[in-house]
Structures are given as structure tokens and as C-alpha cells.
């Protein structure tokens, strides 16, 4: 069974930073993407960032580009993303998820995890 457990949300204060990390299990794709989305409250669902396992490549929505960066740690099957100078527009439920065909910032991944919350006060 596929498993994503999403962690480091939080409140921050606008311009601070958090770390998310999405640690995966249960699948033996030779090559998959993690990508993060997040949601906020009366919007779509929206891409942030995604990674590709074997040759780390990445790729950032405009919204969040020279902010956030998106890493991998193979070794633990674990995904970062790390978010600098964050603004109250950035508050949302966080999600990370898993295609093992799909590269990119389209919801159409496979496997989602269950969210993790992060508020920015202004």
C-alpha cells in the first residue's frame, strides 16, 4: 500500500520559513515524480513544485519560484520542501503525492497524502 505522510506545517509569521517534508512507502517504482500541492480554503487544488527520482529534476510554479525548494533524499524516500520568505497568500493545506508516469504540476498524480496545514499571519 502507498503511503505519504506530510509534516512541518505550521503558523509562521509572513517572511519566515518552514521546512515540509513527505515521506513515501510502500511502492518500488523504478522512476516516480513527488510533486506538492496545496489548497486553500473556496480554491482549486494547485501545484507547487515536483521532483523526478532519478535525476532530480525540478520544476516550480511562478507563484513560487526563487521562494521555495523542493528536494529529494532518496536514500530515505523523502521529499522537502523548503519555504523562504513566506507570505500570507501561501496559507493552505499542503499536500504532497506520487506518480510513477506523471512529471509535473497537473493534479493528476496517483497516490496523495493527507495534508499538512500551513498559515502565514501577515
Known amino acids: 500500500e502507498v503511503q505519504l505522510v506530510e509534516s512541518g506545517g505550521g503558523l509562521v509569521q509572513a517572511g519566515g520559513s518552514l521546512r515540509l517534508s513527505c515521506a513515501a512507502s510502500?511502492?518500488?517504482?523504478?522512476?516516480?515524480?513527488i510533486g506538492w500541492f496545496r489548497q486553500a480554503p473556496g480554491k482549486e487544488r494547485e501545484g507547487v513544485s515536483c521532483i523526478r527520482r532519478t535525476d532530480y529534476y525540478t520544476h516550480y510554479a511562478d507563484s513560487v519560484k526563487g521562494r521555495f525548494t523542493i528536494s529529494s533524499d532518496n536514500a530515505k524516500n523523502t521529499v522537502y520542501l523548503q519555504m523562504n520568505s513566506l507570505k500570507p497568500e501561501d496559507t493552505a493545506v499542503y499536500y504532497c503525492?506520487?506518480?510513477?508516469?506523471?512529471?509535473?504540476?497537473?493534479?493528476?498524480?496517483?497516490?496523495w497524502g493527507q495534508g499538512t496545514q500551513v498559515t502565514v499571519s501577515s
Open positions: 510502500g511502492f518500488t517504482f523504478d522512476d516516480y515524480a
Open positions: 503525492a506520487v506518480d510513477a508516469v506523471y512529471f509535473g504540476l497537473d493534479t493528476r498524480y496517483r497516490y
